[in-house]
């Protein structure tokens, strides 16, 4: 008689048995993964930290860039978090809607819009920061000084890595 159960299982087994030694025990690739479940559940815990403040980690993102950056365009802004210039043309109103950006004309050129928080969007970015810088000291604290810096140095030269391969496809694209 068919059991779909055992028959699902035995090939179930089958196939993993011939992916598993070609990604699950290549340690760049389980490396990968547990890096990208950290920033994963980080950002979960920052959402829900944010949460209080009515504050979603997108908006964080543009805020903490103006912080740093006050009057950035909203072009460069996009480049800089990776996003899409109509992910910036949603987010972008909501923030204004709730008073904490406000767009203005660049002086040079007025086809360019500048970004810059408002007071209140200031004193929120200030207090989210808060949060974020102690989510990731305290998830950093699991390691040694020299390990934060030996992940830090990885994650910068894969950064500078996907960076240039995303230039060449960008390059290979507009040829």
């Known amino acids: 008689m068919f059991n779909i159960e055992q028959n699902s299982t035995t090939m179930n087994e089958k196939q993993e048995a011939k992916t598993k030694p070609a990604m699950w025990e290549n340690s760049r690739f389980k490396n990968w993964v547990a890096v990208a479940r950290a920033c994963h559940l980080v950002q979960q815990e920052l959402a829900r930290q944010l949460r209080p403040l009515d504050l979603k980690t997108p908006h964080l993102d543009i805020m903490v860039n103006l912080v740093r950056s006050a009057g950035i365009s909203q072009q460069d802004l996009a480049r800089k978090l990776f996003v899409g210039r109509s992910n910036m043309t949603m987010l972008l109103p909501q923030l204004e809607k709730r008073g904490l950006v406000e767009r203005r004309a660049d002086p040079a ?3 360019v819009l500048r970004l810059y928080l408002t007071a209140e969007g ?3 970015a200030d207090r989210a920061i808060v949060i974020q810088a102690a989510i990731i000291d305290d998830m950093m604290s699991a390691t ?5 810096e030996m992940v830090g140095d990885a994650m910068r030269r894969i950064v500078a ?7 060449a496809a960008e390059e290979t694209e507009s040829e």
Not at 144 to 148: F, G, N, Q, R
Not at 161 to 167: G, I, P, T, Y
């Open 161 to 167: 890595r996907l960076l240039e391969m995303q230039s």
């Open 122 to 124: 200031r004193a929120l």
């Open 109 to 111: 050129d007025k086809r």
């Open 144 to 148: 040694t000084p020299e390990e934060c």
